[in-house]
Nanobody
Framework: QVQLVESGGGLVQAGGSLRLSCAASGSIFSINNMGWYRQAPGKQRELVATLTSGGSTNYADFVKGRFTISRDNAKKMAYLQMNSLKPEDTAVYYC?????????????????WGQGTQVTVSS
């Protein structure tokens, strides 16, 4: 069983910064892609940023230049550094990982989500 646990959310004033972390645990052989998504009240979940195992990044236009996604493979961690936060960044932020899990003689790729962490930006 694989678990993803996010942390680092909270309340911050506009213009401030937060750093989200996502810790993966369980029978993980390797982690392929990592991503951060967010969902504001009444809206659909949307992509914020992704990072492949090869280091390629993809950012939503609304966070380019402000947010940075990174990873620590040894620690099985994903991070999202959020700077110059705006009230419209208020949402629940979710971590997503595509992992290779193993058990005995088999392995397979599975996709996991964290439980989410609330980010609130006040004006």
């Amino acid at each position: 069983q694989v678990q993803l646990v996010e942390s680092g959310g909270g309340l911050v004033q506009a213009g401030g910064s937060l750093r989200l972390s996502c810790a993966a645990s369980g029978s993980i052989f390797s982690i392929n892609n990592m991503g951060w998504y967010r969902q504001a009240p009444g809206k659909q979940r949307e992509l914020v940023a992704t990072l492949t195992s090869g280091g390629s990044t993809n950012y939503a236009d609304f966070v380019k230049g402000r947010f940075t996604i990174s990873r620590d493979n040894a620690k099985k961690m994903a991070y999202l550094q959020m700077n110059s936060l705006k009230p419209e960044d208020t949402a629940v932020y979710y971590c997503n990982m595509g992992v290779i899990v193993y058990s005995g003689s088999w392995s397979r790729r599975e996709d996991y989500w964290g439980q989410g962490t609330q980010v609130t930006v006040s004006s």
